[in-house]
């Protein structure tokens, strides 16, 4: 894990953007590459480079897996949009996941309405659909206090290549089953750990037969489940390979939707930040999955992967990934304006728990 904090001074570009390169760390491909704004950070020049620069920008982030652009007059998700597009002009706003967001503008989203105690597992934005996002940015617009609700990165190639052979095999051979079961328009159960959004606002519709070509679009399988409930079934092999360099890559969701996610995540952030709230946090959560796993079969649960033929994950093999994926951690304090781009066809991103103000906005292309 690298826990980074001071930015070391790089080359600059060949025509002299007002910025300098930076990395936290001395890995010339660290993770992310830092551009450091000289001068008053103006974002339009910013913008206006990046756009102007289409190649530098596709290197980097390929080579590095993300940038982040620290000093930069960034306040507003305006702001943030102009930075976003001189980079990717091809902004989607449809958004399948499962954390509640806010629309801050048409493009714009709050990254995550989970509460704060929630950590949010290290994963690539929606490996689970069809044509996942090819770039995913991030936004401070308002920083955390120190110690709580970094955006960590982890380069999902390195999880790939580090896996043990037996377990990779297994995962390889496997492949995933992942249930989602959502709450209708009458939400649902208060007593979830990880209660998801509703259908009707993933999909922000109430028509039954819209929601259900929209799953086949995606090769979920709908079912409706009780009153207003949906569950969604789909399958997928756990790794893709990058498009532009042939890299193989850990990519799916399992860290994310597999049951123990809670507990193995819990257990880290304490070893992380060992206080007597996150140990009870640990332990709570061990609790709550060892009772929904005693009450509730696998496709009942919120959020759940098994193997694509329904057999479990062994609690060791996800355990050994998760080890891995916390190995290659990066985690590093916000500052407000900071705007970071990350290749999601490589690098994964998750949220640690925090306390106090937070604004972290999210668009993706
Ligand atoms: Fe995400």
Redesign the pocket.
């Known amino acids: 894990m690298t826990i980074a904090g001071h930015a070391t001074p790089d080359a600059h570009p060949s025509d002299a953007p007002p910025w300098r390169l930076a990395s936290f760390g001395s890995d010339p491909v660290a993770l992310p590459l830092v551009v450091q704004a000289d001068g008053d950070g103006d974002v339009g020049r910013l913008a206006h480079w990046l756009r102007e620069h289409p190649t530098w920008v596709q290197e980097k982030l390929t080579a590095h897996g993300a940038i982040l652009f620290r000093g930069f007059a960034v306040a507003s998700p305006d702001d943030f949009e102009r930075v976003a597009r001189g980079i990717d002009d091809r902004l989607q706003n449809e958004y399948l996941?499962t954390?509640p967001r806010d629309a801050l503008s048409g493009y714009v989203f709050s990254a995550s309405e989970l509460p704060p105690v929630y950590p949010?597992p290290q994963?690539c934005?929606m490996s689970f659909v069809k044509h996942p996002p090819r770039r995913?940015f991030f936004c401070c617009l308002v920083a955390p206090a120190p110690g709580g609700g970094e955006t960590p990165l982890v380069d999902f190639r390195k999880v790939w290549r580090d896996l043990d052979p037996d377990v990779k095999h297994r995962f390889e051979d496997g492949g995933l089953r992942i249930v989602r079961n959502y709450a209708g328009p009458s939400g649902g159960s208060r007593l979830d750990l990880w209660k998801l959004k509703r259908w009707d606002e993933m999909f922000r519709t109430t028509d039954r037969a819209e929601v259900e070509h929209k799953c086949r679009e995606e090769g979920f399988e709908p079912q409706w489940v009780g009153d207003d409930g949906l569950r969604l079934v789909s399958t997928q092999p756990v790794h893709r390979d990058h498009p532009v360099t042939g890299e193989r890559v850990w990519h799916n969701h399992a860290t994310t939707f597999h049951l123990s996610a809670a507990s193995g995540e819990y257990r880290r952030i304490h070893a992380l930040r060992p206080t007597l709230k996150n140990l009870a946090l640990w332990q709570f959560a061990r609790a709550m999955v060892a009772l929904q796993r005693l009450t509730r079969s696998a496709d009942e649960q919120s959020m759940h992967c098994t193997y694509r033929d329904g057999r479990e994950i062994p609690d060791a093999d996800m355990e050994h990934v998760r080890d891995v994926v916390w190995r290659h951690l990066v985690v590093y304090p916000w500052q407000r304006g900071d705007v970071v781009a990350i290749d999601n066809h490589s690098v994964a991103?998750g949220r640690l728990p925090f306390t106090g103000p937070r604004r972290i906005a999210v668009c993706w292309s």
Do not use: A, D, L, T
Request: hydrophobic residues 30%; glycine residues 14%.
């Open positions: 996941g954390s949010i994963h934005e995913v991103h």
